[in-house]
């Protein structure tokens, strides 16, 4: 972070784009129009009400934001849609039915032809009539209801957005957990979310190899049933071919043996939903053990799309939209799936790796598709820029014009890299900032105004209208320009989660508790800086979550994993900056009597958190032995201790260290450990 902050201290000098060099905005005349669009209740409500117009709705709202009972804010109160009709049927209905919706292409590659071995385009209509299929199968093979909830553990396929536009057009919802996480993740997943059914695949691709998902389903499931939870039925998608996978016949049913005698042309009722009623929950990390459930709702979810598709991706029907995210993340839920499609653009999904067969797959799939508008992470493109430039020089991608990223700061030499050699100097770029919590964008650069503000590298731009963020400082007060400060949103928006799900106190105590002096104020958890010009510089969390390639991961999720383990005694784990992937975790670590440090030791822990959390932490984490974990006198953990000692700074004024820490510990401790860190990197 400390290097960030330097950046951004250096940093003096603006970029526009230049077919824009006529439609800058001076950024006195964005916050004008800005500070038109906040300046009251009734002005918020009057720009999201505007947006909101230009959506379908089987009834429209009597009230467009009742704030009476914060902060459980309720938006378009009393309004009636549904997610599946306004990415399909509302489309259809607007001359689009066979207009290609979604571009899908598969891993494997022939490289003899240099082409795709798989790659399938889906109209509108095509995608219609599957996910009807699959609703009408669900609610009556299976008898999904209005309100259930279904887990899906499915990779980069068709099938993961037709399940879940299918149980949106029954009115059910979903729980999605990325395909990377572990059988005991998805377990506290699927009992959390109480579902009695998994759709999952019998496998996928990554990197040229088959990763078995059906086998890890059916831990889960044990592990579910150990704890006296049942999953009736498991759908299993035929992915790979893969033989002998092993199945229980009363519960598992192959996915095109449960559509099979459906006729294509079956429709199902599509359920008026309420705006406020459940669209999905996303299990995210926290600074507790227990994942966090966001609830996320119907109507003002829509709303939050639809704007943010249109005004930060300036989206057209005819552009070829290209989320390169997963869909198990909140990124892939809202602009893969839902945004994309309710715009009527055209999305382009790909199952597997950036850099496979070669690193220059995705600028082949660029220009392959003419894709137009592309949304990417820090971590694909810090990885990508480290290979030769031909790898991007050799394809045409000149009808890129739009590039923004997500998920972590970008540091301002991975945004020139990219602004230069994929944009050519004339894409209008920048790093959207929002969370699992937010549902969607809410800062960047707008396009789809007319008119830019002049561009920065590494800045998360502005605030978007109709939206109050603010920096401040520990007592809840606005920070000076260029001071650092907790990132707090200070207006309710309209796709924000709505409740932890089944835990409205810890929804409370979490985000909106932090500054409750001042008024109802959501905490990101984030630091940020607001520069003299008012762009917004988020610098990275401020509490115990990772950010490991973009991912959010709670040091006490790693922690609760690592003492499942019979060796371990205690465990603290921190974060390392790490150049390509941001951060990656490091875990100090002491054994119980009896148990001696060994390589051996280290490779087992490291599969024990493959299996307890998944590969996400496990691949870059460093096991690290230690006598001790440093702890203040209440017990808590030293983190910036830790953190110094992994980042090789020095320990600095261990006055301000932690709250009660004893000076003369902290120091022995910092120098223990940093000799443990040397051996350790021997
Ligand atoms: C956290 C939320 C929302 C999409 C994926 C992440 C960090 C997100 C940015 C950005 C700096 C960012 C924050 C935030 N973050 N976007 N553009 N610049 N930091 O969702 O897993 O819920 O994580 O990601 O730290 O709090 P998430």
Known sequence: MEERERIYDEFEHYIVPSSWKDRVWEIEDYKKFYESTIKDKEAIEKWWEGWANKLFWFKK?????????????RWFVGAETNLAYLCLDWQIEQGRKNKVALIWEGEPFDEMIRRPKEMRKFTFYDLY???NRIAYALKEKLGVKKGEILTFYLPMIPELPEYMLAVQRIGASHSIVYSGFSALALAERAMAAGSRIIVTADGLYRRGKIIPLKEVVDEAIEICEERGHKIEKVIVVKRTNRPAIPWNRRR???????????????????????????????????????????????GGYAVGLYTTMKLIFDINPD??????????????????VYGPLMTGATAVMYEGAPDYPKPDRWWHMIERFGVSVFYTTPTAVRALMKFPLD?????????????????EPINPEAFRWYYTNLGREDVVASSTWWMTETGQMLTGHFPGLGKIFPLKPGTNGYPIPGVKLEVVDEDGNPCEPGERGYFVIT??????????????KRYIDVYWSKFNEKGMYFYTGDYAVKDKDGYIWVLGRADDVLKIAGHRIGT?????????????????CVGRPHEIKGEIPYIFTVLKQGFIPSPDLEGELKSHLRNT??????????????????KTRSGKIMRRLLKAVVSGAPLGDTTTLEDEAAVEEAEKAYEYLKKAMEKAEK
């Open 252 to 298: 598992d049913i192959w996915h095109h043996e449960f559509i099979r005698y459906i006729s294509e042309n079956v429709r199902v009722e599509t359920e008026r939903m309420g705006s406020e009623d459940i669209s999905y929950i996303l299990y995210t990390s926290g600074t507790t053990g227990a994942p966090k459930g966001a609830q996320h709702s119907i």
């Open 613 to 630: 959390i998944g590969p996400i932490v496990a691949s870059d984490a460093t096991v690290l032995f230690v006598d001790m974990v440093p």
């Open 319 to 336: 552009d070829i939209y290209w989320c390169a995210a997963d869909i198990g993340w909140v990124t892939g839920h809202s602009y893969i």
């Open 556 to 572: 006490a999720e790693v922690e609760s994993a690592m003492i499942l383990h019979p060796a371990v005694a205690e465990s603290a």
């Open 129 to 131: 009539r599957r996910t």
């Open 491 to 504: 207006s309710p928006w309209p796709g924000m989660f709505m409740t932890l799900y089944k835990d409205p």
């Open 61 to 73: 709202w009597d009230k467009v934001l009742d704030d009476s009972n914060p902060p459980f804010y």
């Open 391 to 407: 790898y991007v020089k050799k394809h045409d991608l000149s009808t890129l014009r739009i590039i923004h990223s997500v998920g």
